[in-house]
């Protein structure tokens, strides 16, 4: 068994934001009961030890938590690359510099669009501003700047703009990838997925982009897998090189496996009642899926199978109530027919224009020094690391 | 900073460092060196290490080669320029051309 990589914390799932597109559950009451600093230290120790080089610190908003200070130096004493996936909003100069003096490698700044109404309309709160003083910031105190803009049907004719703000931005990187449908945003789907027109545009001017800006700024682009021929693949497979952990402890093999846990009766694998290496090595959620004896034709005899692993077990859940079976997003899934209908109702010219987008409820953290109000929805529908995390193979 | 191309890389005075997102470690837990960035980690041996070690936008390939032969016994300059070629066009490196300069890392 290969030892994990990375590690995803999502410290909390309160966030200033409410986006449709958000990736956390649609139960997030469920998650009120995060864990404390010291678990927290605890579990990237643990992490460090079981191989984890690489630490995502995401929520919700990570700077929600009032120790990520402390968090983040705790990582940088352990060795671990730390990355802050942020909505920008809680990231004051003086909050900042602490962030840099403990050790912060990274940081991915959220923006929803490239103008303020679209932006804020899209955030559920004002934010826009903000998020461009935030920019500013990771740049004058020397990190590398990395955007990440979440693609959907309501913003993704803004790319060209979203790229020129990015290079104002003198952005390193920006990473346009479009939604995951999991958590709220697989409650959105319809709103959220884009038309084909409207994918060959964007693609044409990411084309155009990458030509005209070389190797100044780079940009990483993801299509919504409804549109592609097979699926992702997951996590590069079920418990392989990274997991999660979620606010109130539990452990997921991928980010969106909250609810799939539940329905398959396993015994919940809780860092507070298991150590980390006892969850990646013996945990029935762990093993569920591991490896390719679980599954079904037509992946049990594909030779992609080493390739995408059958796509992602929560998007076959979410969508079939079965999560062994095959992603119905590969055009071989016998299931196929619910991501084709899909994306006819997305292309359907006499679809009404009205969208009805759900915002992300508002949690507030009601545990421990919790500062005025504070809520949610977040940045993270882009920590599909499974897509670029490699070993070796470059 | 002007970077460039992996293609560039026959450049005589291309002088190539690490990513400003990208950091060398050694795992004591997994026994192996790594590069790490936001989404991508790439595992590399000890040479890769050494060669990392050298790569600080004064030194070019020949002075990077060079140096490691007197380190290891076989080292082709033709892997070293391939190596960096190779993360700079995964955007793990950057290339200064030109004079050594005084970076501000």
Redesign the interface.
Known sequence: ME?P??LLAELTYACPLQCAYCSNPLELDAYRDELSTEDWQRVFAEA????V??LHLSGGEPLQRHDIVELVQCATDL?L?T?LITSGLGLSTRRAEQLLAAGL??I?LSIQADEAALNDQIAGTTSFERKQVAAQLVKQL???L?LNVVLHRQNIDRIGGILDMAVAMDA??VELANTQYAGWAGHNRDELLPTRDQLERAEAVVRAARERL???M?IIYVIPDYYSKYPKPCMDGWASRQFTVVPNGEALPCPAAHELGRALDLPPANVREHSLEWIWESAPLFQQYRGDAWMPDPCRSCDRKEIDFGGCRCQAFALTGDAARTDPVCHLSPDHGIVEDAVAAANDPLRPQESSLTPRSKLIRTKKRTTASTRGMSATTLVQ?S??????R? | MR???AMELTDEDARPRL???V?L?Y?A??KEY?L????????INATGAAIVELCDAQRTIAEISAELRDRYDQVAESDVRSFVA?L?T??GMEVNHGKALRT?R
């Not at chain 1, 460090?48 to 191989?51: F, I």
């Not at chain 2, 790490?36 to 595992?43: A, D, N, R």
Request: glycine residues 10%; charged residues 25%; aromatic residues 8%.
């Open positions: 030892k990589y990375g460090a030890e079981l191989g080089l690489q060795g690359y990355n490698d990274h991915q020397g990190w590398p990395t390193d990187r070389g190797d100044t780079e690391f897509e670029t995390i490699l070993k070796g470059q | 970077l460039t191309k990513a400003p997102h950091r470690t795992s837990a997994r790594a790490l960035s936001p989404e991508t980690i790439w595992v190779n700079v995964k955007h501000a």
